[in-house]
């Protein structure tokens, strides 16, 4: 007994270096906490510098799907190299779905502002907030680059993997099913011109704050746990920054603002494949959901189609292995590139302009154009999809859901509509809204594989 004690307190010894206590103000139990902030002895960073954390919550009046103890799983975290934060709810019978997430939003703005339980030097990109019992596996490949798809920078040659993160329960006491999500930030090869070669600079950034969940109050993801469900967030298929891209001997960005297919629709389908298949060794039922928001609407949609074509699905990782979802929630984004003219002046005025630089006059290459929308991937059965949107945002917006929604409808898939859970170019926030959301995926999700 007294050499496990040794070998216990060596272990700890061997991934921690130091512990920090604080209280720190919660916006759901409306009082302050108290934390532990260990550091890890061989601490993760990112590019920048700055310190992968993982803010922990625990003692929450939620149930609990891992088997190992919050000390046990601390100590795994510490043991990967995570900063681990841990805020002691207590039991607090307000510390459950969705009034939580109100605690999620604020613990994602602090990190993105810089100061978060006293910390400046929280990574940006790489921190994350998980439920006791949840562990995660970062930077999961799930397909390699073709850079000559959107040809820049013009150094990069050689192509990069693309990467999700899968945040899942340790060791649960039943199979869980996941919801996966497309990053509407973007990573992207870079090449530094005063260094004279590409750097790391912008890999990984499918979590950057700024840009994503701190930006739009976005805690649908990182709240998942508290219904019991595992969760994961992918690089966006377009890789490249967001309003360049270009074919090969094209117009200078012609894709800005949008991205192509088939690359897009390859990488979507063998992400679903990779978490599917890593999902099995993790304990997950194989239920996938997905959800979208804007440029990651317009991606994760791209799984919701049965269409069979060879030059997508021969492409990509674990080609053995089904890549089909079990339900969607998507909200803004665009499914149907032919539609785009329907209205001059809604807001979509890069793809009024500039898809016809890539793909030619619309109505001379109707069935190209058609073949660049997730709409055209669906062929005969869909999944259940719930479309979210707030219809103070651009027009185009609503053209696509419902014109999306209108050929789902056509083929008897169930459908339903989240409209005007806030303003402007938004996601669901507030607890009604989340709680629709969290519904729909028990409904669809919850079941036996």
């Not at 630089?357 to 073949?371: F, I, R, V």
Request: aromatic share 12%; charged share 20%; proline share 4%.
């Amino acid at each position: 007994m007294a050499r496990y004690i040794f070998l216990l307190l060596f272990t700890l010894a061997s991934v921690c270096s130091t512990a920090a206590t604080g209280i720190w103000k919660s916006e759901v139990t409306g009082g302050t906490i108290s934390y532990i902030a260990t550091e890890a002895k061989l601490p993760l960073k990112d590019y920048s510098g700055n310190v992968t954390t993982v803010v922990y919550l625990e003692n929450l009046n939620t149930t609990k799907i891992s088997r190992y103890s919050n000390k046990k799983n601390v100590a795994w975290l510490l043991t990967q190299g995570y900063r681990v934060i841990e805020l002691n709810y207590t039991g607090n019978k307000l510390a459950v779905s969705p009034y939580i997430n109100n605690d999620i939003v604020a613990i994602n703005k602090a990190i993105a502002k810089g100061s978060f339980c006293g910390f400046t030097d929280c990574s940006h990109e790489q921190s994350y907030v998980l439920f006791e019992g949840y562990r995660l596996m970062r930077n999961v490949p799930y397909f390699k680059d073709d850079p000559t798809v959107y040809n820049t920078p013009a150094e990069y040659k050689d192509g990069d993997y693309l990467c999700m993160d899968i945040i899942y329960p340790a060791k649960p006491v039943k199979a869980v099913p996941v919801v996966l999500s497309f990053s509407y930030s973007n990573s992207y090869a870079h090449f530094d011109a005063g260094k004279k070669t590409l750097t790391d600079q912008f890999k990984n950034q499918r979590l950057k704050l700024e840009y994503t969940l701190a930006a739009f109050s976005d805690s649908f993801l990182e709240g998942l746990p508290a219904i019991g469900m595992a969760w994961a967030i992918a690089d966006h298929p377009k890789y490249c920054p967001w309003g360049k891209g270009k074919p090969a001997n094209g117009r200078e960005d012609t894709y800005k603002s949008y991205e192509t297919n088939p690359d897009a629709a390859r990488k979507v389908r063998s992400a679903v494949r990779t978490l599917r298949e890593i999902g099995s060794k993790l304990g997950l039922s194989g239920n996938i959901g997905m959800y979208g928001f804007s440029r990651g609407s317009t991606a994760g949609s791209m799984a919701v189609g049965d269409k069979k074509a060879a030059n997508i699905d021969t492409a990509g990782f674990n080609l053995g292995t089904s890549a089909q979802i079990q339900a969607a929630a998507l909200g803004p984004g665009v499914f149907d590139y032919t539609q785009i003219y329907n209205s001059l002046n809604d807001g979509d005025g890069n793809l009024e302009t500039r898809c016809i630089w890539a793909w030619g006059e619309l109505s001379t290459n109707y069935p190209l154009w058609q073949s660049m929308g997730s709409a055209y991937l669906v062929q005969s059965t869909a999944p259940p999809v719930l479309f979210f949107y707030n219809t103070d945002d651009d027009k185009y917006y609503h053209d696509q859901i419902m014109s999306f929604k209108n050929k789902l409808d056509a083929l008897q898939t169930s459908t339903s509509l989240l409209v005007n859970y806030g303003k402007g170019h938004s996601v669901p926030h507030t607890a009604e809204s989340l709680n629709q959301l969290y519904s729909f995926f028990k409904k669809h999700l919850n079941i036996s594989h």
